[in-house]
């Protein structure tokens, strides 16, 4: 697959405050995003994603640093015709009504009167905006802001779509549906760059990802690689036996309405804790194993400094 | 194109914004009072509605552009409406342009609404119409052109109550930067002399643009003057606007 978008030892320092001072935010950043695939790029706020994404599309000139969009340069006009942005919570021009925005943003792509009216409807019913149409943006709620940004970053077709923290601010069936745009897009052949600190989200849906820790890419790859399949530890929930017969075997954690929740470390105890509930006639409730999630890894990569 | 676009968006912005009527409203208000202030005049009467209706149209125009044209960059990177526009093929000297045009044809509507109510209140009074009224017009549109690219390049580094204050500055500078060429013919030869001269040749003269005297007083306006006093507003205009593309092309929008 060929590489869409490459970022080579990035930097960026901003001068802020009235005595200016220096505040390095980007320390060297590089990364590469494939075609067709759903990029996460994730760290906890303050860290740089927006900086990053910012000197992608031109708002904020680098240090020091190449990006090239679609093998091109990054500040060329002709690299921008093929990306859609999202920005972090976005502000729109709300004195427009959702049709009147997206035409707007269509002819700014030089897109012909019949190719707008055409796609225009499409994008409003991807986005379940239709009964929204012809609302001023004024009276949108926040979630809906998000979903007209969507389409907005959609309007030209584009080959790769950066969007900052687009699940932000969303109920939980709106982030479902914002997902779902997404793994459609790629389905699509479209790529996606996403930033999010909601790690939730990126792991249901990312195939790669960059984390990024106080202006420097820490770890980036697969997800399956960077996330061990192994597993840690056994959750049982049980009854009908005490706790201190069950810390020989593993930890008991809390105990609520005669329920126990028990973590086990050593899977060949696991058969030694089911024999024990049933010598005393107890009930196993469940029994989960838990393997590493990508919060596990950004908990571990975050925490130590 | 991308520049009639952005222009466009902009017009439909400046007229959706209460200030503008406001202004409307007051410049409307001076216009017809001058139909009373004449009544306490003794002799032309006429000439006193002209003259103050012109001079209402003047001043009520700068504010417009300045109150507004002052807000139009800054408003978009406030409210960042901004980041989803650069992120487009767009150049940033065509957002800044766009942002120009759409403002002086907010203007060019708002002098033409201003003008109707005064031609009207002058038709009302004399029964006869005049072209000269419309060419004095003309030269305070030229003058607003120019005050326009000006709030828009203080606009592109600066708040908009700071630029307004700048804005309102050159204003004023400009139509009084005229007594300094007294002030040199009076000034005895030496470095003081040669400073004078030197500012005199920086500062805008906007009187250039007032040709209200020689209409209202019907004294004559040579073809010459009128056309150095146009060129000099189109090309000062044209400087100001690539100072503020220039600044406005390094700018990081945080």
Same mark, same amino acid.
């Given at each position: 697959?060929?590489?869409?978008?490459?970022?080579?030892?990035?930097?960026?320092?901003?001068?802020?405050?009235?005595?200016? =001072? !220096?505040?390095?935010?980007?320390?060297?950043?590089?990364?590469?995003?494939?075609?067709?695939?759903?990029?996460?790029?994730?760290?906890?706020?303050?860290?740089?994603?927006?900086?990053?994404?910012?000197?992608?599309?031109?708002?904020?000139?680098?240090?020091?640093?190449?990006?090239?969009?679609?093998? !091109?340069?990054?500040?060329?006009?002709?690299?921008?015709?093929?990306?859609?942005?999202?920005?972090?919570?976005?502000?729109?021009?709300?004195?427009?009504? #959702?049709?009147?925005?997206?035409?707007?943003?269509?002819?700014?792509?030089?897109?012909?009167?019949?190719?707008?009216?055409? =796609?225009?409807?499409?994008?409003?019913?991807?986005?379940?905006?239709?009964?929204?149409?012809?609302?001023?943006?004024?009276?949108?709620?926040?979630?809906?802001?998000?979903?007209?940004?969507?389409?907005?970053?959609?309007?030209?077709?584009?080959?790769?779509?950066?969007?900052?923290?687009?699940?932000?601010?969303?109920?939980?069936?709106?982030?479902?549906?914002? !997902?779902?745009?997404?793994?459609?897009? !790629?389905?699509?052949?479209?790529?996606?760059?996403?930033?999010?600190?909601?790690?939730?989200?990126?792991?249901?849906?990312?195939?790669?990802? #960059?984390?990024?820790?106080?202006?420097?890419?820490?770890?980036?790859?697969?997800?399956?690689?960077?996330?061990?399949?192994?597993?840690?530890?056994?959750?049982?929930?049980?009854?009908?036996?005490?706790?201190?017969?069950?810390? #020989?075997?593993?930890?008991?954690?809390?105990?609520? #309405?005669? =329920?126990?929740?028990?973590?086990?470390?050593?899977?060949?105890?696991?058969?030694?804790?089911?024999?024990?509930?049933?010598?005393?006639?107890?009930?196993?409730?469940?029994?989960?194993?838990?393997?590493?999630?990508?919060?596990?890894?950004?908990?571990?990569?975050?925490?130590?400094? | 194109?991308?520049?009639?676009?952005?222009?466009?968006?902009?017009?439909?912005?400046?007229?959706?914004?209460?200030?503008?009527?406001?202004?409307?409203?007051?410049?409307?208000?001076?216009?017809?009072?001058?139909?009373?202030?004449?009544?306490?005049?003794?002799?032309?009467?006429?000439?006193?509605?002209?003259?103050? %209706?012109?001079?209402?149209?003047?001043?009520? %125009?700068?504010?417009?552009?300045?109150?507004?044209?002052?807000?139009?960059?800054?408003?978009?990177?406030?409210?960042?409406?901004?980041?989803?526009?650069?992120?487009?093929?767009?150049?940033?000297?065509?957002?800044?342009?766009?942002?120009?045009?759409?403002?002086?044809?907010?203007?060019? $509507?708002?002098?033409?609404?201003?003008?109707?109510?005064?031609?009207?209140?002058?038709?009302?009074?004399?029964?006869?119409?005049?072209?000269?009224?419309?060419?004095?017009?003309?030269?305070?549109?030229?003058?607003?052109?120019?005050?326009?690219?000006?709030?828009?390049?203080?606009?592109?580094?600066?708040?908009?109550?700071?630029?307004?204050?700048?804005?309102?500055?050159?204003?004023?500078?400009?139509?009084?930067?005229?007594?300094?060429?007294?002030? $040199?013919?009076?000034?005895?030869?030496?470095? %003081?002399?040669?400073?004078?001269?030197?500012?005199?040749?920086?500062?805008?003269?906007?009187?250039?643009?007032?040709?209200?005297?020689?209409? $209202?007083?019907?004294?004559?306006?040579?073809?010459?003057?009128?056309?150095?006093?146009?060129?000099?507003?189109?090309?000062?205009?044209?400087?100001?606007?690539?100072?503020?593309?220039?600044?406005?092309?390094?700018?990081?929008?945080?």
């Amino acid at each position: 697959m060929s590489t869409i978008l490459s970022i080579d030892g990035l930097r960026k320092t901003f001068s802020q405050g009235f005595i200016p =001072r !220096r505040k390095e935010i980007l320390k060297g950043i590089s990364f590469a995003v494939s075609e067709g695939e759903i990029f996460g790029y994730l760290g906890p706020n303050g860290s740089g994603k927006t900086t990053t994404i910012k000197c992608v599309l031109g708002l904020i000139f680098p240090d020091a640093g190449r990006i090239e969009l679609c093998g !091109r340069p990054h500040l060329d006009p002709r690299s921008k015709e093929k990306v859609g942005f999202l920005p972090e919570n976005p502000y729109f021009y709300d004195y427009l009504t #959702a049709r009147e925005f997206l035409d707007f943003y269509g002819q700014l792509f030089r897109l012909a009167p019949d190719v707008r009216r055409e =796609r225009i409807p499409a994008l409003l019913k991807l986005v379940d905006m239709e009964r929204a149409a012809d609302l001023s943006l004024r009276k949108f709620s926040r979630g809906m802001l998000q979903r007209i940004g969507l389409a907005q970053a959609l309007i030209n077709e584009p080959s790769l779509v950066v969007l900052d923290e687009p699940l932000g601010g969303l109920d939980p069936i709106g982030r479902k549906e914002i !997902r779902d745009i997404i793994l459609r897009l !790629r389905s699509e052949g479209k790529t996606v760059v996403l930033s999010s600190h909601i790690l939730q989200d990126i792991e249901m849906i990312c195939d790669r990802v #960059a984390i990024l820790v106080d202006g420097r890419i820490l770890s980036q790859g697969r997800l399956t690689d960077l996330v061990s399949e192994k597993i840690l530890f056994t959750e049982i929930v049980l009854s009908g036996v005490g706790d201190r017969e069950l810390a #020989a075997l593993g930890e008991p954690l809390s105990a609520q #309405a005669g =329920r126990t929740l028990l973590k086990v470390y050593d899977e060949a105890r696991i058969q030694a804790v089911l024999d024990l509930v049933r010598d005393r006639k107890g009930n196993v409730h469940s029994l989960l194993p838990r393997t590493q999630t990508l919060e596990d890894l950004f908990v571990g990569m975050v925490r130590p400094r | 194109m991308t520049v009639k676009v952005i222009a466009v968006n902009t017009f439909k912005e400046a007229v959706r914004d209460r200030i503008l009527y406001l202004l409307l409203f007051f410049a409307a208000a001076a216009i017809l009072l001058s139909r009373v202030l004449a009544m306490f005049t003794v002799g032309d009467r006429t000439k006193i509605i002209k003259d103050v %209706g012109l001079a209402s149209i003047s001043i009520f %125009g700068a504010l417009m552009a300045i109150l507004i044209g002052t807000g139009l960059v800054y408003k978009e990177i406030e409210k960042r409406t901004i980041f989803t526009l650069i992120s487009k093929p767009i150049r940033r000297s065509e957002f800044l342009l766009g942002k120009y045009f759409g403002l002086v044809l907010t203007l060019a $509507v708002m002098l033409a609404s201003m003008g109707l109510i005064f031609l009207a209140l002058i038709l009302i009074q004399t029964g006869a119409l005049e072209g000269r009224l419309l060419l004095a017009i003309l030269f305070i549109f030229f003058e607003l052109v120019l005050l326009t690219a000006v709030a828009i390049l203080f606009s592109c580094f600066s708040t908009p109550i700071l630029s307004s204050l700048f804005s309102l500055g050159f204003y004023v500078i400009g139509h009084f930067s005229w007594s300094l060429e007294t002030l $040199v013919k009076k000034a005895r030869p030496g470095l %003081g002399k040669t400073l004078l001269r030197l500012l005199t040749a920086v500062l805008p003269d906007l009187e250039n643009f007032n040709i209200r005297t020689e209409v $209202v007083h019907g004294l004559p306006l040579p073809a010459s003057l009128l056309l150095y006093s146009a060129a000099y507003g189109i090309v000062y205009a044209a400087f100001v606007l690539t100072v503020a593309v220039l600044i406005f092309r390094r700018r990081d929008f945080i």
